[in-house]
């Protein structure tokens, strides 16, 4: 799922110093489970947040590993059923976080004990059908229009250069639907919005204008390091990838650009929930709390790569810091319900029309 953060790892990070916040709760004789995903991402949070989090509240962190993709929410599933949470707290993908929540796997919360939540957008504010919040946005990045800037040295303004016949055999696209968000950017681009997708009829009509990308694709990729290598050399000289890493790659030298096309990018996210299993509900909406922090939100654009989760006026990021992980072009989201309800049927025509 996070592959790509280990990219990242290669770029370094500076030691940041800790953030005030007062002690909200007396240290706890078992330490507070986090799970975020393994690798890089991991190695971020032990060495810049949790300590800081600890120091802060008092709370001893245990910091979990997660494998990637359904696993973990399987994982969590199966030991929740025994009265088990292999963690507390758990950063999630959205499609994992919306099956979870049919299976009531998530413990509901109270915000009135997490005041800095209300500053996030209604889109990383999660709740059930009764309005009980079960969950946060955790972190986020951007899915961007990308190019190589020897073979293309004007950069590209619209996601309509991905079906311009100029384009021919250049692109190189995430291989599914439910990672590359092409329905999403198809449906924004020529449909005005996302919801056409709300119906199968309207799924079909825009897989049929993302069909007539065909001849433009050189590479379905699922391997990112592949494409990333191919998009600097010049290869596979434009197409879709995340922004912040194609901007670090910038920074090294490497003959690319990544740009915000007029319809927006697109903003994939992991979120924070809490196994419904948990002992620990009153630490977990600590550490919730915590991290929605706009300080902490900031700490994590410098350190970790991530584009802030509450609005930018409220960080003390500089323009470029939040560049080089953000827009303020309005985002496109990922109608991640799709994913959910319509999955096995998307996958079939994804298949049939669209790589195939």
């Known amino acids: 799922m996070m592959k790509r953060r280990a990219f990242l790892a290669t770029t370094g990070a500076a030691t940041i110093g800790t953030l005030a916040a007062p002690t909200l709760l007396r240290a706890q004789d078992a330490p507070l489970k986090v799970g975020t995903y393994g690798g890089y991402f991991e190695d971020s949070f032990k060495m810049h947040v949790f300590p800081d989090f600890t120091a802060a509240t008092g709370i001893e962190v245990e910091s979990i590993a997660e494998p990637t993709g359904e696993a973990w929410l399987v994982q969590l599933q199966q030991a929740a059923r025994a009265g088990q949470a292999p963690a507390d707290v758990s950063m999630i993908a959205q499609v994992a976080r919306l099956r979870g929540e049919q299976a009531k796997l998530w413990a509901p919360l109270d915000q009135a004990a997490m005041p800095q939540t209300e500053s996030l957008p209604d889109f990383f504010q999660h709740g059930y059908a009764d309005g009980q919040m079960y969950g946060t946005g955790a972190v986020s990045w951007y899915v961007s229009l990308v190019t190589n800037t020897d073979v293309y ?22 291989a599914l639907a439910s990672n590359s968000f092409l329905l999403e ?23 049929a204008k993302l069909a007539e990308v065909k001849p433009n694709v050189r590479l379905w990729y699922r391997d990112e390091g ?14 879709q990838y995340y922004h912040d890493v194609t901007g670090l790659a910038a920074a090294d030298g490497k003959p690319v650009r990544s740009t915000f096309p007029k319809e927006g990018a697109v903003l994939d996210s992991g979120s924070w929930v809490v196994s419904s299993a948990s002992k620990q509900i009153e630490q977990s909406q600590v550490f919730i709390n915590y991290m929605a922090q706009p300080s902490v939100q900031a700490t994590l654009s410098r350190f970790v790569g991530t584009a802030p989760t509450v609005p930018r006026e409220l960080t003390d990021l500089t323009d470029e810091e939040f560049a080089a992980v953000s827009s303020d072009i309005p985002p496109i989201l990922p109608r991640y319900d799709l994913y959910v309800d319509r999955a096995d049927w998307v996958n079939q025509k994804w298949s049939e029309l669209v790589t195939g």
């Open 153 to 174: 040295p004007e950069a590209p303004t619209s996601w309509t250069a991905l079906w311009d016949p100029a384009n021919t055999n250049n692109l190189g696209l995430l």
């Open 185 to 207: 950017i198809t449906a924004t681009t020529y449909f005005d919005g996302t919801d056409i997708l709300a119906t199968e009829e309207g799924v079909l009509q825009v897989m």
């Open 226 to 239: 592949q494409f990333q290598q191919a998009l600097e050399t010049g290869e596979i000289p434009m197409g």
